[in-house]
C-alpha cells in the first residue's frame, strides 16, 4: 500500500464521528449497517452522517452496496489490515515478528 493511502485513511479516521463510524461498521462485520442504524446509534443528523461516509469512503475504507431500496456500508477490513501492516511493519527493528500482519484480525 503506498504511503500516500496511509495518509488519506488515518487523516480520515482522525475525526471523532469517522472513527466511531469506522469502529462501529467493523463490530458489525460482514452484515454492515444502513445509513439509518448508524444515524440512529450515533445521533448524528442525515447529512452530517453522509458526510463522514463520504470521507471514509474516499479513503477507501468502507464500501456502500445498494440492497433493494437501502444503502448498506461496510468496512473494508483488507484496507483496515494494510494500514495496521504498514504501521507495525518495523516494530521488532527488523528482527522476525511475533504478529504477521495476516493474524492482526482473525475475525475478518
Request: net charge neutral.
Amino acid at each position: 500500500m503506498e504511503e500516500k493511502h496511509i495518509i488519506q485513511a488515518l487523516a480520515a479516521l482522525a475525526q471523532p464521528n469517522r472513527l466511531q463510524i469506522f469502529r462501529s461498521l467493523v463490530v458489525k462485520g460482514p452484515d454492515g449497517l444502513t445509513p439509518a442504524m448508524l444515524a440512529e446509534s450515533m445521533g448524528l443528523p442525515a447529512n452530517t452522517l453522509s458526510f463522514h461516509l463520504k470521507a471514509l469512503m474516499h479513503a477507501d475504507l468502507i464500501t456502500q452496496e445498494r440492497s433493494g431500496r437501502h444503502l448498506i456500508y461496510r468496512a473494508q477490513f483488507d484496507r483496515m489490515q494494510a494500514v495496521l501492516a504498514f504501521l507495525t511493519q518495523n516494530c521488532c527493528q527488523g528482527a522476525d515478528c511475533e504478529v504477521s500482519p495476516g493474524t492482526l484480525c482473525t475475525t475478518c
